[in-house]
Every structure is written in structure tokens, then in C-alpha cells.
């Protein structure tokens, strides 16, 4: 701390992936407000003026990473930006189903407003049981981090000693730390991010923990 104040820890002073893998963990930036009032699921939105904004940062900031591999969720919102970032290292992003938001089935694209207003009891079970109940004919929260930790089994071993990052929707962003770190599900709330903000995780054999968090929470 500084003259009163907080200064953001420097992501440059992490010490160097060597006997673990770091996962740097990519919201996508923020979606415009038609989208940001609607159940969007695994289904395709589009960034704000601000989430491009955020882009150029995450392209600023990226460069001094170290990326070895990039990695995102075939959504629109997470897919572009990750081509972005893979450019910087000259290579092509990896976009793979199983990172993909949890499919919200008949809600899915609807306004939540008139979602609470026709299903409020499904709606409520939804967030008191959050990570475990399904919207109707979709998906839980828990399902999708289950193919997501699926896709890191893979990825696992020749990821070890090297820095990837991973463009991903909030709510499975959350649920796979939450997984990772040995949390609840039902706690992922606890590490939710904002659209545009990035998380960092240590993962070793043996273990993970939270490298750094929210990097820009407490910028100058």
C-alpha cells in the first residue's frame, strides 16, 4: 500500500510455471444489453462497445504473460477474443464444445423478465439449488464443469510448465475453479468475475490454488 491507497499486484511478479500448470482464466468481456438481459445459456451474444474495449486491454496485458496455448469456449462472446489472443502468440485458438455455457433449454435466449414472470417457482429452485437444478430441458451448472474438468484431464499433462489461457462464459468459469480448488459448487459464486475480468490458478499434481484473482479490481 501506498500513501493510503492500494496498489494492484504487478501479474509480472508471478513466479514461472515449473513444476505446474497456470490457468489463466478469461470472462468474456461484457455482452451488449439486449443479451445481458436474456437467459444466454451456451448460445451466442454480442460484445458492448465496453467488451471491445476490454479486448484491447486483454491483448495489452497478454503480452506479458507468456501464453503458451489458448484455449475458449466456441461461443461468439469468448471465441472472438480468444482468436485475439492466439495472434499474439501466432498461433490458432482452440475452440472446444465442452467449454461451452450450460445449455439453459426453454429459457435459453428469453428475457429473464418474462422467464420470472411465467416459471417463478422454476426460477427459484434454479438459484436455491444453484449448481444442481436445470432450467427446463437444459443442463446444470454441475453438468458442464463435468466436461469441462473432462477437457483439462486431457490437457493435464502436457500442459505442465507452461502458461494457457482459457476464454469462458462466468458461471462455468466459476463452477471449474470451484472444482479445482476442492469448493463446493454450490460456493462458485464466492469467485465470480466481471464480463472482462481474469482469475489465474496454480495447478499441480497434488493440488490448485488461486494465483491471482480479479486482476483488475484494484487498478490505478
Do not use: Y
Amino acid at each position: 500500500m501506498e500513501a493510503g491507497r492500494f496498489v494492484l499486484h504487478d501479474v509480472r511478479m508471478l513466479s514461472e510455471p515449473s513444476d505446474f500448470c497456470r490457468l489463466w482464466l478469461f470472462r468474456h468481456p461484457e455482452i451488449d444489453g439486449d443479451h445481458a438481459q436474456r437467459a444466454v445459456g451456451d448460445g451466442p451474444a454480442e460484445l458492448s462497445r465496453r467488451g471491445r474495449s476490454q479486448v484491447l486491454r486483454w491483448l495489452e496485458l497478454a503480452k506479458t504473460l507468456g501464453i503458451a496455448e489458448v484455449w475458449s469456449s466456441p461461443q461468439p462472446q469468448c471465441a472472438g477474443p480468444a482468436r485475439g489472443l492466439a495472434e499474439l502468440i501466432e498461433q490458432e485458438a482452440h475452440l472446444d464444445p465442452r467449454l461451452r455455457d450450460q445449455n439453459m433449454g426453454r429459457w435459453q435466449g428469453r428475457e429473464w423478465s418474462d422467464v420470472m414472470r411465467d416459471e417463478d417457482g422454476a426460477v427459484r429452485t434454479f438459484f436455491s439449488e444453484f449448481g444442481e437444478a436445470t432450467a427446463p430441458g437444459g443442463e446444470s451448472l454441475g453438468a458442464a464443469v463435468e466436461r469441462m474438468l473432462l477437457w483439462w484431464q486431457e490437457r493435464m499433462k502436457p500442459s505442465l510448465g507452461k502458461s494457457l489461457v482459457v476464454v469462458l462464459p462466468g458461471t462455468l468459469l466459476g463452477g471449474f475453479a470451484a472444482a479445482m480448488l476442492g469448493m463446493r459448487l454450490s460456493r462458485s459464486v464466492t469467485l465470480s468475475l466481471p464480463m472482462g475480468g481474469i482469475g489465474a490458478l496454480d495447478v499441480f499434481q497434488n493440488g490448485s490454488r488461486v494465483a491471482t484473482w480479479n486482476v483488475d479490481a484494484l487498478r490505478e
